[in-house]
């Protein structure tokens, strides 16, 4: 601790080694390093190593103040740290050089200067003159040290930080927190450095470190002053700062401005339903933005499915001026940086704090425990794709700390779990606005046509798939006399295993290839070159379909779990581009990937769940310039019509578990009818014409209703 170190009241460099008979023993034992100082190289990175491992190891972090006076290596390293905060490839890359940080700021000093900026162990801002005419520079030279037990070192001198600064005639006073003579120099110097932190002070601004890059602020030589330069580019004053000019420049649509009206009328909570595809994302940024404008400070937890989304969101999120913190398990310092944040937050130092994490964190007890401390009024949850957080082991997420609360998905009613769907209208207080397809179709949507194809099962898979039906049934008869959970976990097994039949029906593959085959000879008779193809499949079939398609002469590739991140993007920019020409897809693709480019999509994998396949239908429907409508190809599975006069109950549940995803399909197709005149010989002769019209909903409240009515009795 601090107050264990043998300190003197004066420290001059005739006498003492300035770092390594000060600086390094207070970074050994502080927990916060914070720096106003009017000149940093890298080298005394290099001079301190000791103390600044030592920092590091506590759990610390360092927060330096400097002008924008910089060498050019110097300021590399500091983009390079700040492009890896957004890029997990360059993050790792970064974490390689600087396994051990020791060995690294020795010989290896630019790189872990970039990570410790990347990891936000280490944090720059730059102050420059808020009169532009201004011919002085941030020269001041204050420390402070600070430790878990809150006790509080001051140093003030005229030592730069530099390996030069080190060979100087230089001297520091040392002011101690726990001395009461000193106290009030403590406390004088730790306020108005934080005071320039935060927001400047009469003389000085500062800008954040991808403020100044934007801006480029920064000059790499002695000469004209850089904010003399920059100055007609830059418009920061007390009353508007850049966020709010950024903000300006985003105009809402009419609908999205109606959500945010009806969120604010219900108190600040709400879900909102919303079509895939139409702004969820900024509507829910445009909020928090107003709630800081209003507050002044705000708070803003913002949680979603999958890692993906967490540089999507972040993207986002600068637009309107927040700056994330990303949380998963590949961000390894987050709990660190959140409470760090969070201190900041409380104690004024920062106008606003923005944590972004993937839901599996921000179920945990770990992330529980960082964010306590944020206060419950001014602090805003944002959940992305609600609906996934009504499962058991994510509802740890729902958490209390936030007063506001915004949920956001295009189906939040969770499918066949009613106690899990009724967490999240009571933790939201319900659904507060709603935004259909239909309504954005044409609009803010693509309109598309709807090709079913009817595809039988194999002798096999129509054998199969009866034996499973009889044993259901059984099941399900038992379950409706008593509800046991064993025997609900018997009758899930065996409804996933008739699901997979349907789902990866080998009939589909080869009608598949015979409609692609037709797509490429009118291509091929139009000129033009087939593309823009997504396909989806069963898991257990993508490698087989993969093989074939390519076989046609496409260049395929598949968009699967095992697919890196940033391979990831790879692959979509090269599909938009056209280099790719079909993708073979499964679930990853269902929830928060932009592919506004596909122009036809071909639905192998079967699915009764309305979230997943009104999601998959909604990738394709975004806009895309060129792009005047969509093509879905559905591969609808259907009994023999050569049995329709038996009337099985394995052929009438198949056409009950199809049709209400046909319905849902067709209703908001410009070909309807079209498509309903497919399979209506089929529907007509089982004497199932009422399907066209019951949507997948429909049938899932029957089926509660039903439960409901069971468990009064």
């Given at each position: 601790?601090?107050?264990?170190?043998?300190?003197?009241?004066?420290?001059?460099?005739?006498?003492?080694?300035?770092?390594?008979?000060l600086?390094?023993?207070?970074?050994?034992?502080?927990?916060?390093?914070?720096?106003?100082?009017?000149?940093?190289?890298?080298g005394?990175?290099?001079?301190?190593?000791?103390?600044?491992?030592?920092?590091?190891?506590?759990?610390?972090?360092?927060?330096?103040?400097?002008?924008?006076?910089?060498?050019?290596?110097?300021?590399?390293?500091?983009?390079?740290?700040?492009?890896?905060?957004?890029?997990?490839?360059?993050?790792e890359?970064?974490?390689?050089?600087?396994?051990?940080?020791?060995?690294a700021?020795?010989?290896?000093?630019?790189?872990?200067?970039?990570?410790?900026?990347?990891?936000?162990?280490?944090?720059?801002?730059?102050?420059?003159?808020?009169?532009?005419?201004?011919?002085?520079?941030?020269?001041?030279?204050?420390?402070?040290?600070?430790?878990?037990?809150d006790?509080?070192?001051a140093?003030?001198?005229?030592?730069?930080?530099s390996?030069?600064?080190?060979?100087?005639?230089?001297?520091?006073?040392?002011?101690?927190?726990?001395?009461?003579?000193?106290r009030?120099?403590?406390?004088?110097?730790?306020?108005?450095?934080?005071?320039?932190?935060?927001?400047?002070?009469?003389?000085?601004?500062?800008?954040?470190?991808?403020?100044?890059?934007?801006?480029?602020?920064?000059?790499?030589?002695?000469?004209?002053?850089?904010?003399?330069?920059?100055?007609?580019?830059?418009?920061?004053?007390?009353?508007?700062?850049?966020?709010?000019?950024?903000?300006?420049?985003?105009?809402?649509?009419?609908?999205?401005?109606?959500?945010?009206?009806?969120?604010?009328?219900?108190?600040?909570?709400?879900?909102?339903?919303?079509?895939?595809?139409?702004?969820?994302t900024?509507?829910?940024?445009?909020?928090?933005?107003?709630?800081?404008?209003?507050?002044?400070?705000?708070?803003?937890?913002?949680?979603?499915?999958?890692?993906?989304l967490?540089?999507?969101?972040?993207?986002?999120?600068?637009?309107?001026?927040?700056?994330?913190?990303?949380c998963?398990?590949?961000?390894?310092?987050?709990?660190?940086?959140?409470?760090?944040?969070?201190?900041?937050?409380?104690?004024?130092?920062?106008?606003?704090?923005?944590?972004?994490?993937?839901?599996?964190?921000?179920?945990?007890?770990?992330?529980?425990?960082?964010?306590?401390?944020?206060?419950?009024?001014?602090?805003?949850?944002?959940?992305?794709?609600?609906?996934?957080?009504?499962?058991?082991?994510?509802?740890?997420?729902?958490?209390?700390?936030?007063?506001?609360?915004?949920?956001?998905?295009?189906?939040?009613?969770?499918?066949?779990?009613?106690?899990?769907?009724?967490?999240?209208?009571?933790?939201f207080?319900?659904?507060?606005?709603?935004?259909?397809?239909?309504?954005?179709?044409?609009?803010?949507?693509?309109?598309?046509?709807?090709?079913?194809?009817?595809?039988?099962?194999?002798?096999?898979?129509?054998?199969?798939?009866?034996?499973?039906?009889?044993?259901?049934?059984?099941?399900?008869?038992?379950?409706?006399?008593?509800?046991?959970?064993?025997?609900?976990?018997?009758?899930?097994?065996?409804?996933?295993?008739?699901?997979?039949?349907?789902?990866?029906?080998s009939?589909?593959?080869?009608?598949?290839?015979?409609?692609?085959?037709?797509?490429?000879?009118?291509?091929?008779?139009a000129?033009?070159?087939?593309?823009?193809?997504?396909?989806?499949?069963?898991?257990?079939?993508?490698?087989?379909?993969?093989?074939?398609?390519?076989?046609?002469?496409?260049?395929?590739?598949?968009?699967?779990?095992?697919?890196?991140?940033?391979?990831?993007?790879?692959?979509?920019?090269?599909?938009?581009?056209?280099?790719?020409?079909?993708?073979?897809?499964?679930?990853?693709?269902?929830?928060?990937?932009?592919?506004?480019?596909?122009?036809?999509?071909?639905?192998?994998?079967?699915?009764?769940?309305?979230?997943?396949?009104?999601?998959?239908r909604?990738?394709?429907?975004?806009?895309?310039?060129?792009?005047?409508?969509?093509?879905?190809?559905?591969?609808v599975?259907?009994?023999d019509?050569?049995?329709?006069?038996?009337?099985?109950?394995?052929?009438?549940?198949?056409?009950?578990?199809?049709?209400?995803?046909?319905?849902?399909?067709?209703?908001?197709?410009?070909?309807?009818?079209?498509?309903?005149?497919?399979?209506?010989?089929?529907?007509?002769?089982?004497?199932?014409?009422?399907?066209?019209?019951?949507?997948?909903?429909?049938?899932?409240?029957?089926?509660?209703?039903?439960?409901?009515?069971?468990?009064?009795?």
């Amino acid at each position: 601790m601090l107050r264990d170190l043998e300190l003197h009241p004066v420290y001059d460099s005739s006498q003492y080694d300035l770092v390594q008979d000060l600086i390094v023993p207070l970074l050994a034992e502080s927990h916060e390093y914070w720096r106003g100082v009017g000149f940093f190289t890298s080298g005394w990175l290099k001079t301190a190593c000791k103390g600044i491992v030592e920092l590091v190891s506590n759990g610390g972090t360092a927060r330096i103040v400097t002008s924008p006076l910089m060498q050019k290596a110097d300021w590399e390293a500091l983009q390079v740290g700040d492009s890896a905060k957004r890029d997990s490839v360059l993050r790792e890359m970064l974490r390689e050089h600087v396994a051990d940080l020791s060995r690294a700021l020795s010989k290896d000093t630019l790189n872990a200067l970039a990570w410790m900026v990347a990891e936000g162990v280490l944090e720059f801002r730059f102050a420059i003159p808020r009169d532009f005419d201004m011919r002085g520079d941030y020269h001041d030279k204050v420390g402070v040290f600070i430790d878990t037990s809150d006790d509080v070192v001051a140093i003030h001198g005229s030592f730069n930080d530099s390996a030069k600064g080190s060979l100087n005639g230089e001297a520091f006073s040392v002011f101690k927190s726990w001395v009461e003579g000193q106290r009030p120099y403590v406390e004088q110097h730790h306020g108005r450095l934080m005071k320039l932190w935060c927001s400047g002070n009469s003389q000085f601004q500062v800008l954040l470190l991808p403020d100044a890059i934007r801006q480029e602020i920064v000059r790499l030589q002695r000469g004209t002053r850089p904010w003399v330069k920059a100055a007609a580019k830059i418009s920061i004053s007390e009353d508007r700062s850049l966020e709010q000019a950024k903000n300006s420049e985003i105009e809402l649509r009419h609908y999205q401005r109606e959500a945010i009206d009806a969120w604010i009328q219900m108190d600040f909570r709400g879900i909102f339903e919303m079509a895939t595809g139409t702004g969820k994302t900024f509507t829910a940024l445009a909020a928090a933005a107003e709630r800081k404008d209003a507050l002044k400070q705000v708070a803003v937890l913002i949680l979603v499915p999958y890692l993906h989304l967490l540089e999507q969101w972040q993207h986002n999120c600068e637009r309107f001026g927040f700056y994330p913190i990303l949380c998963s398990g590949n961000h390894d310092q987050w709990p660190n940086e959140v409470r760090s944040k969070i201190q900041d937050y409380r104690n004024g130092f920062i106008p606003n704090i923005c944590i972004l994490a993937v839901h599996q964190t921000a179920s945990s007890q770990r992330f529980t425990a960082a964010v306590q401390g944020l206060p419950k009024d001014s602090t805003l949850l944002i959940a992305d794709e609600v609906h996934r957080l009504g499962a058991p082991h994510l509802q740890n997420a729902l958490l209390p700390c936030a007063s506001m609360r915004m949920g956001l998905s295009a189906t939040p009613h969770r499918w066949y779990d009613q106690e899990g769907t009724q967490k999240l209208l009571d933790y939201f207080t319900g659904i507060c606005f709603e935004y259909p397809l239909d309504q954005a179709i044409g609009k803010f949507l693509t309109p598309y046509r709807y090709f079913p194809i009817l595809t039988l099962l194999t002798a096999n898979e129509s054998e199969e798939y009866e034996e499973l039906s009889r044993r259901i049934a059984a099941i399900a008869a038992s379950q409706r006399l008593k509800r046991d959970t064993d025997i609900e976990e018997r009758l899930k097994r065996l409804l996933l295993q008739r699901a997979q039949i349907i789902s990866a029906a080998s009939n589909k593959l080869p009608l598949l290839l015979e409609a692609l085959q037709r797509q490429i000879a009118e291509c091929k008779e139009a000129g033009v070159e087939l593309r823009d193809v997504l396909i989806y499949c069963a898991p257990s079939t993508h490698r087989e379909v993969l093989r074939k398609v390519s076989k046609l002469g496409l260049r395929c590739h598949e968009f699967v779990h095992t697919v890196s991140l940033d391979k990831r993007e790879t692959v979509l920019r090269q599909f938009s581009a056209g280099d790719i020409q079909a993708l073979i897809a499964i679930h990853c693709l269902d929830e928060g990937v932009d592919i506004p480019s596909t122009r036809t999509a071909y639905f192998l994998a079967s699915t009764t769940n309305p979230r997943e396949f009104i999601q998959r239908r909604g990738r394709i429907l975004r806009k895309c310039e060129g792009k005047v409508r969509a093509d879905v190809y559905d591969f609808v599975v259907v009994p023999d019509i050569q049995y329709a006069r038996l009337i099985r109950d394995s052929d009438l549940g198949l056409l009950r578990r199809e049709m209400p995803r046909f319905a849902e399909f067709a209703a908001s197709a410009e070909n309807e009818f079209e498509a309903r005149a497919v399979i209506r010989e089929i529907v007509n002769a089982f004497q199932q014409l009422h399907l066209f019209d019951i949507k997948s909903w429909e049938i899932y409240h029957d089926v509660m209703e039903f439960y409901e009515v069971k468990d009064r009795s």
